[in-house]
């Protein structure tokens, strides 16, 4: 297996007219070995292609960084962190690494093509939620990815629908978690997390007490923590402490620590109660009281669903 290179990729960067970043914005410059096909996304950073490889013929994503934005130290950062964690995690519930590089001053990540949308898209597809089934299918896939990414010592910390890519059709759904620009070593003491000086990393909604309080000294827990998150939104379309998309940080980080969950029963009460007790139970503010790991959390959701498929 190939292994990602965690330092600056020898190249040289240097500032972008506006005007020329809005023709590399639409118009993303050909990577060597791949035929661009469309492109899936873009923003600020960069843009997401669909391309695919000269090599094999496999349809492939392909992530880069406007040679602007890697100049920035903490964008290029995290760009080389998921690039690096990537290639460490061969799991078939995470979106596979493939290649990465830099071709006329554009950094670029190559993974597998994942063609359904994230769950947040998916839920949204259906009126703004999904079936307890669907949800269960979904959250214990990606805890299987964590338990495998755990394993390995690394912590998301960035965990919500949007990184969770749903391939398929129920009940042959296949979950694959992405997005590890933000993840951390817990266990290597040489491989620092990436912080955002200034700004709030990660969703701040969905992060538990603990991770508020140092963003830097997360472990497996707070992941869980997430996951109880998205899996709550997904199965009632709304927050579990009922923050408002609008809130402010000051607000959010208020009811984190003082409001208690509303219960799922509440808000769809044909949810199996031993199934809303597993998600429940990941939320909780104490990290002692939660599910020890994301193995545990996945037999116990197993369990509870085995009742009533």
Same mark, same amino acid.
């Given at each position: 297996?190939?292994?990602?290179?965690?330092?600056?990729?020898?190249?040289?960067?240097?500032?972008?007219?506006?005007?020329?970043?809005?023709?590399?914005?639409?118009?993303?410059?050909?990577?060597?070995?791949?035929?661009?096909?469309?492109?899936?996304?873009?923003?600020?950073?960069?843009?997401?292609?669909?391309?695919?490889?000269?090599?094999?013929?496999?349809?492939?994503?392909?992530?880069?960084?406007?040679?602007?934005?890697?100049?920035?130290?903490?964008?290029?950062?995290?760009?080389?962190?998921?690039?690096?964690?990537?290639?460490?995690?061969?799991?078939?519930?995470?979106?596979?690494?493939?290649?990465?590089?830099?071709?006329?001053?554009?950094? $670029?990540?190559?993974?597998?093509?994942?063609?359904?949308?994230?769950?947040?898209?998916?839920?949204?597809?259906?009126?703004?939620?999904?079936? $307890?089934?669907?949800?269960?299918?979904?959250?214990?896939?990606?805890?299987?990815?964590?338990?495998?990414?755990?394993?390995?010592?690394?912590?998301?910390?960035?965990?919500?629908?949007?990184?969770? %890519?749903?391939?398929?059709?129920?009940?042959?759904?296949?979950?694959?978690?992405?997005?590890?620009?933000?993840?951390?070593?817990?266990?290597?003491?040489?491989?620092?997390?990436?912080?955002?000086?200034?700004?709030?990393?990660?969703?701040?909604?969905?992060?538990?007490?603990?991770?508020?309080?140092?963003?830097?000294?997360?472990?497996?827990?707070?992941?869980? $923590?997430?996951?109880?998150?998205?899996?709550?939104?997904?199965?009632?379309?709304?927050?579990?402490?009922?923050?408002?998309?609008?809130?402010?940080?000051?607000?959010?980080?208020?009811?984190?620590?003082?409001?208690?969950?509303?219960?799922?029963?509440?808000?769809?009460?044909?949810?199996?109660?031993?199934?809303?007790?597993?998600?429940?139970?990941? %939320?909780?503010?104490?990290?002692?009281?939660?599910?020890?790991?994301?193995?545990?959390?996945?037999?116990? %959701?197993?369990?509870?669903?085995?009742?009533?498929?």
């Amino acid at each position: 297996m190939a292994k990602a290179e965690s330092s600056r990729p020898d190249a040289k960067y240097s500032y972008v007219c506006e005007e020329c970043r809005e023709v590399l914005r639409n118009n993303p410059q050909p990577i060597p070995g791949y035929q661009m096909i469309k492109i899936l996304g873009q923003g600020g950073m960069g843009s997401v292609m669909l391309a695919r490889s000269t090599k094999d013929g496999r349809a492939v994503a392909i992530k880069t960084l406007l040679p602007e934005v890697a100049v920035s130290d903490q964008s290029l950062k995290r760009f080389m962190r998921e690039i690096e964690v990537a290639a460490s995690l061969q799991h078939p519930n995470v979106v596979s690494y493939i290649d990465h590089g830099t071709h006329n001053g554009i950094v $670029y990540l190559v993974s597998e093509y994942v063609g359904g949308p994230d769950a947040a898209k998916l839920a949204k597809s259906r009126g703004g939620k999904l079936s $307890y089934k669907e949800v269960v299918k979904i959250i214990e896939q990606t805890l299987s990815a964590l338990e495998f990414a755990h394993g390995k010592g690394f912590v998301h910390r960035d965990i919500k629908e949007q990184n969770i %890519l749903v391939d398929g059709a129920f009940p042959n759904y296949v979950a694959k978690l992405t997005d590890f620009g933000l993840s951390k070593s817990y266990k290597q003491t040489g491989m620092s997390g990436v912080t955002m000086v200034g700004d709030v990393a990660g969703t701040i909604a969905y992060m538990p007490p603990e991770q508020v309080k140092d963003f830097k000294e997360v472990r497996p827990p707070s992941d869980i $923590y997430a996951l109880g998150m998205t899996a709550y939104s997904l199965l009632t379309g709304a927050h579990a402490l009922d923050i408002s998309p609008k809130a402010g940080i000051s607000e959010t980080v208020k009811a984190i620590f003082e409001k208690p969950i509303i219960p799922i029963a509440n808000r769809v009460p044909e949810v199996p109660l031993r199934i809303s007790a597993v998600f429940e139970t990941a %939320l909780a503010k104490q990290v002692e009281l939660r599910w020890r790991s994301a193995g545990e959390m996945r037999e116990a %959701l197993l369990r509870a669903a085995s009742e009533f498929s």
